[in-house]
């Protein structure tokens, strides 16, 4: 059974950091693009950055310089750097596994396999 564990949000203020790691079971994380996405109240769920198997990155222009995606693959871990959080960073975060073995990664949920079960990142002003 496939299982990906969000942890790492909270409540912070405008400008501050957020860690999020996202913790694989079921899978070999190694032969995952693995991702990050958001979804806030009565909006689509948007992709914020994807990591390749090879380390490829992709990220959405809201988000490029402030956060960074990472990943340690001996750990079966994805992680989401945010920092100079803004308040329209507030959404629930999620992160997701795609069984991809290409150098190039897309933000595309529907692309993606596995998710979490989200964690709550709000970012007051």
């Known amino acids: 059974q496939v299982q990906l564990v969000e942890s790492g949000g909270g409540l912070v203020q405008a400008g501050g950091s957020l860690r999020l790691s996202c913790v694989a079971s079921?899978?070999?994380?190694?032969?995952?693009?693995l991702g990050w996405f958001r979804q806030a109240p009565g909006k689509e769920r948007e992709g914020v950055g994807c990591?390749?198997?090879?380390?490829?990155?992709n990220y959405a222009d809201s988000v490029k310089g402030r956060f960074t995606i990472s990943r340690d693959d001996a750990k079966n871990t994805v992680y989401l750097q945010m920092n100079s959080l803004r308040p329209d960073d507030t959404a629930v975060y999620y992160c997701g596994a795609e069984d991809s073995l290409l150098r190039q990664c897309l933000l595309r949920p529907k692309k993606f396999d596995y998710w979490g079960q989200g964690t709550q990142v709000t970012v007051s002003s």
């Open positions: 079921g899978i070999t994380s190694s032969h995952h693009t």
């Open positions: 990591i390749s198997v090879t380390g490829g990155t």
